[in-house]
């Protein structure tokens, strides 16, 4: 494994974190929107976040179509918002965890077990001969 890449990924995964979790809470406390769509939500925001500075500082993608990495990108974040949604709802209602940590413990197991070694080895993966 490439460590500088590593931590690359987990710099990014942070900063869209921040853009996650700053959409959900805002959705939340100040629009009253019901954690569960504001989760969602939140995803989709970070989502784009990560895959922009993934794509660009990251992974340094030069020679794969952008409709490809969008379309494994696309499936894999959508597995990553489901893992997001449902864990928070998951930990928030059966062990009574406010939102916001759940969210957390959610977020930091999904981005170390899925994302990084879904975009390392299936979404910026150059195999195009």
């Known amino acids: 494994m490439n460590i500088r890449k590593f931590l690359k990924a987990q710099l990014s995964s942070f900063i869209a974190s921040m853009v996650d979790f700053s959409t959900t809470y805002l959705l939340v406390e100040v629009f009253g ?3 569960v769509y504001s ?3 939140g ?8 895959c922009v500075i993934n794509y660009r500082w990251v992974f340094h993608v030069r020679n794969i179509k952008k409709k490809r990495i969008f379309y494994r990108y696309t499936l894999t974040w959508l597995t990553c918002g489901a893992f997001n949604t449902w ?7 059966t062990v009574s965890f406010n939102y916001i940590i759940s969210r957390m ?9 899925w994302n990084y070694p879904m975009q390392r080895l299936f979404v910026f993966r150059n195999d195009e001969l």
């Not at 995803?43 to 990560?50: D, E, L």
């Not at 864990?87 to 209602?93: A, I, K, Q, S």
């Open 33 to 35: 929107l019901w954690y």
């Open 39 to 41: 989760t969602t939500l």
């Open 105 to 113: 413990i959610v977020s930091v197991c999904i981005a170390l077990c």
């Open 87 to 93: 864990g928070t709802m998951l930990l928030t209602e």
């Open 43 to 50: 995803v989709i925001a970070g989502g784009i976040t990560n």
